[in-house]
């Protein structure tokens, strides 16, 4: 495991490029046992006018396991994502911003279990996703 956690900043200087920083994903806070994002739901990412796409939501709670995953690996090890579960409770609403919460439900030497919760910043619940994450043995 790495010695030294990155922070939000650090973080976020390495979706340079990438579909997080085109979807607008901002990290706020960073440990081994919990990353925190928020996401501004804006019109380029709603399904419909107003209502965030399930993809958009997906797709957040998707980068935040695999950086959680991420600085718990042993030195030189990868990851992927090998099964994602979400449940939708409410709509994200354009205009306004969603927080994704993610924590470890399991740390073991061949695969971590994180769930993400994603809420209005009212507290509203809009979706829960448990994602597995297999490590790869460095190449």
């Not at 990353?35 to 501004?40: C, D, G, K, Q, R």
């Not at 740390?107 to 297999?134: E, F, N, P, S, Y």
Request: charged share 15%; aromatic share 4%; glycine share 10%.
């Amino acid at each position: 495991m790495s010695q030294q956690i990155p922070g939000p900043a650090e973080l976020q200087a390495t979706t340079a490029g990438l579909l997080p920083e085109t979807l607008g994903l901002r990290f706020t806070a960073a440990a081994a046992d919990k990353i925190v994002a928020e996401l501004p739901v804006t019109r380029m990412i709603c399904t419909q006018p107003g209502t965030l796409h399930g993809g958009a939501i997906m797709a957040f709670a998707d980068t935040l396991g695999a950086y959680g995953t991420a600085l718990n690996l042993p030195e030189g090890a990868g990851t992927t994502t090998i099964e994602s579960k979400t449940n939708f409770f409410a709509r994200g609403i354009e205009g306004e911003k969603v927080i994704g919460e993610c924590t470890p439900l399991h740390r073991g030497k061949r695969t971590m279990v994180w769930q993400t919760r994603v809420t209005r910043t009212d507290g509203t619940l809009v979706a829960q996703i448990t994602q597995t994450q297999i490590i790869l043995a460095p190449a």
